[in-house]
Structure formats: C-alpha cells, structure tokens
C-alpha cells in the first residue's frame, strides 16, 4: 500500500495529489465492505498508537479507538494536562521520545504547526485529527459520503454555509480535486484563509469544477446536491464572538425552505455537532434528506485507511 500513498505521515489534504486523496478513499470504502461483512482485516495487529487530543471529541476521538480496535492495534490516550508539554517540554523532545514508545500518534490540536513540528521529529506516522487550519480526516469521510450517495463525484455540486474553518477548508480542497463545484455561502468578513483558497481552486482548474466564495445563500443552494452544515463558533477558537457570529450567520441557518432551494434530491450533511435552532433546524437533520449518521460512521473507516496506508 506504500506505493500508493507514500507520505509518512498524514497532516492536510493540501500536501496530497488527488490521485493519492483518491486511493484513501477507495481503501476506505473496502475496509467499510470488510467491516459490515464481518470479514477480518486486522492488518496493524500489535501496533500501539498514541493519542494527544487537547480539544474536547466525539466523533474524531472514538472514531479512532473503534478503528485502531477494528485493525487489530491498541490506542492509549494521553492526557495533554498530564504530559510535560503542559509544563513547557519543548514539542520535539516529546515528539522523539513517543516516538520510541509508539507505532503512530494521532492528535487534535490548535495550530498547524504543532502537527508539523511532531512529524519533523518522528519517524512513526502523525495522524492530523484536527487543526485550526485543516479536519484532513473529516474531509475523508465527506468523500466517502458523497461517493456513497451519487456514485460519483464529478459534476456534483456543494453548498457548504457554516463558519469558514477547518472542515470547510478541508472539504474545499476535496472537491477541487475531485471535480464537485463548491459554493461557500457566508456573511461578509468570513473568508477562507487565502492559501486554502488558492490550493482548492489549483485543483479545481484541473479538474474542471469551481470553488466559489458567496454572500448569496440562495446562489449556493440552487441546484446544490449535497447542503453542508457547520457550527457557527468553533470550540475554543471564537466562543467570546459567538452572540455576533449567530446574528451574522443567522441568514444562512440550514432549515426547511432552505433545502427546498436545492435538488430534490439533495442530501444534508454536516460534520458535527450541530446546534439545532442556529446552523440548522431539527426538521432537517431529522428528515428524510439527512446522511449524517452515515457521514460519522465514515469517520471510522476514512481513519482506518489512513492508519494502514500510512503503517511503516
């Protein structure tokens, strides 16, 4: 599998070709096939991965456990609180030493540069399950989703309205790649970070699609096959914004009349959590067009296709 994908470690969709981004999805949809059929595939049996999360998870956290579990290896959690990070140990002599300890790390942080700086001191895979820049594992599993859902990626058509953060980034570069048109909807003074948006439409230039910024909700939703929801106030970034972000996200709630401006048959996604009443209604994610129970369980299977392709 190492010809294939033959990056050491895995830390943002934009260090990838879509080629690369495209087999990990493939290998993801075969484990789900191993994993509903029962069939074993415990390919990284005696491996040991560690786990740094300083954010707080549901889905990323467990995903990880029950895919480490399902290949057949242990995942320990480390407390960040209870590490001698947290009393100023330089990030590279904890890099090398849980090097020497463990088959991979898989960590959920705030900067980018956190993630890089332990991969530049480890030799083992770094799993990036989350950075203030990029949610490379999320965008996996909305891959895989939408896959599922239309048999196809080309010539489908994204409408993404939620705060313009890292699982927006993510699923931007992921349809550049893949040919899917993305329109992100938002208010004014809510812009992908430049280098994001430069990378996304990079990709879509090759692939013929758009990556499209709008302040025009209704434009997004307009033939839109998938109506992606997203928290307004990410945790631990903007909650002191979070009275502002409401009122200026409010028009772009995902309700009712919202995916009735989209294609019949359009699913909603979102990555969650979700707050019903703001980023969108309980009628929607309810409802009979919702696939996001579907999306998180793909969670498990995308982390799996990375913990194998990146195994040493």
Same mark, same amino acid.
């Given at each position: 599998?190492?010809?294939?994908?033959?990056?050491?470690?895995?830390?943002?969709?934009?260090?990838?070709?879509?080629?690369?981004?495209?087999?990990?999805?493939?290998?993801?949809?075969?484990?789900?096939?191993?994993?509903?059929?029962?069939?074993?595939?415990?390919?990284?049996?005696?491996?040991?991965?560690?786990?740094?999360?300083?954010?707080?998870?549901?889905?990323?956290?467990?995903?990880?456990?029950?895919?480490?579990?399902?290949?057949?290896?242990?995942?320990?959690?480390?407390?960040?609180?209870?590490?001698?990070?947290?009393?100023?140990?330089?990030?590279?002599?904890?890099?090398?030493?849980?090097?020497?300890?463990?088959?991979?790390?898989?960590?959920?942080?705030?900067?980018?540069?956190?993630?890089?700086?332990?991969?530049?001191?480890?030799?083992?895979?770094?799993?990036?399950?989350?950075?203030?820049?990029?949610?490379?594992?999320?965008?996996?599993?909305?891959?895989?989703?939408?896959?599922?859902?239309?048999?196809?990626?080309?010539?489908?058509?994204?409408?993404?309205?939620?705060?313009?953060?890292?699982?927006?980034?993510?699923?931007?570069?992921?349809?550049?790649?893949?040919?899917?048109?993305?329109?992100?909807?938002?208010?004014?003074?809510?812009?992908?970070?430049?280098?994001?948006?430069?990378?996304?439409? @990079?990709?879509? #230039?090759?692939?013929?699609? %758009?990556?499209?910024? =709008?302040?025009? $909700?209704?434009?997004? +939703?307009? *033939?839109?096959?998938?109506?992606?929801?997203?928290?307004?106030?990410?945790?631990?970034?903007?909650?002191?914004?979070?009275?502002?972000?409401?009122?200026?996200?409010?028009?772009? @709630?995902?309700? #009712?009349?919202?995916?009735? %401006?989209?294609?019949? =048959?359009?699913? $909603?996604?979102?990555? +969650?959590? *979700?707050?019903?009443?703001?980023?969108?209604?309980?009628?929607?994610?309810?409802?009979?067009?919702?696939?996001?129970?579907?999306?998180?369980?793909?969670?498990?299977?995308?982390?799996?296709?990375?913990?194998?392709?990146?195994?040493?």
């Amino acid at each position: 599998m190492r010809d294939k994908f033959r990056a050491r470690h895995y830390l943002a969709m934009q260090d990838y070709t879509a080629e690369e981004i495209r087999y990990l999805v493939e290998l993801a949809a075969d484990l789900k096939r191993k994993w509903t059929m029962r069939e074993p595939h415990e390919y990284l049996r005696g491996r040991t991965y560690g786990m740094i999360f300083e954010k707080k998870s549901t889905r990323t956290r467990n995903s990880f456990h029950a895919a480490a579990t399902a290949l057949g290896a242990q995942s320990i959690y480390l407390r960040p609180d209870e590490m001698q990070l947290s009393r100023g140990e330089p990030i590279k002599d904890t890099a090398r030493i849980i090097d020497r300890y463990f088959d991979g790390l898989y960590i959920r942080t705030y900067g980018q540069e956190i993630v890089q700086e332990f991969a530049q001191y480890m030799k083992n895979p770094v799993i990036n399950a989350l950075t203030a820049l990029e949610h490379p594992c999320q965008g996996l599993a909305d891959l895989l989703t939408i896959k599922e859902k239309f048999g196809e990626w080309k010539g489908v058509k994204v409408c993404y309205a939620g705060d313009v953060y890292n699982v927006c980034h993510s699923l931007m570069i992921g349809c550049g790649m893949m040919g899917m048109d993305i329109y992100v909807a938002a208010p004014e003074g809510y812009e992908p970070v430049p280098e994001i948006l430069a990378c996304a439409q @990079q990709h879509a #230039a090759k692939s013929g699609s %758009k990556v499209i910024v =709008t302040r025009d $909700f209704d434009e997004a +939703l307009r *033939g839109a096959d998938v109506v992606y929801g997203n928290t307004w106030h990410s945790m631990g970034e903007n909650e002191a914004q979070k009275e502002k972000r409401i009122q200026d996200f409010m028009p772009y @709630q995902i309700n #009712a009349q919202a995916m009735a %401006k989209a294609r019949k =048959t359009a699913v $909603f996604m979102h990555c +969650l959590p *979700g707050y019903r009443g703001e980023d969108m209604t309980d009628e929607v994610i309810e409802g009979p067009q919702s696939v996001v129970w579907d999306q998180g369980e793909n969670r498990m299977h995308t982390v799996k296709a990375v913990m194998v392709a990146t195994a040493v």
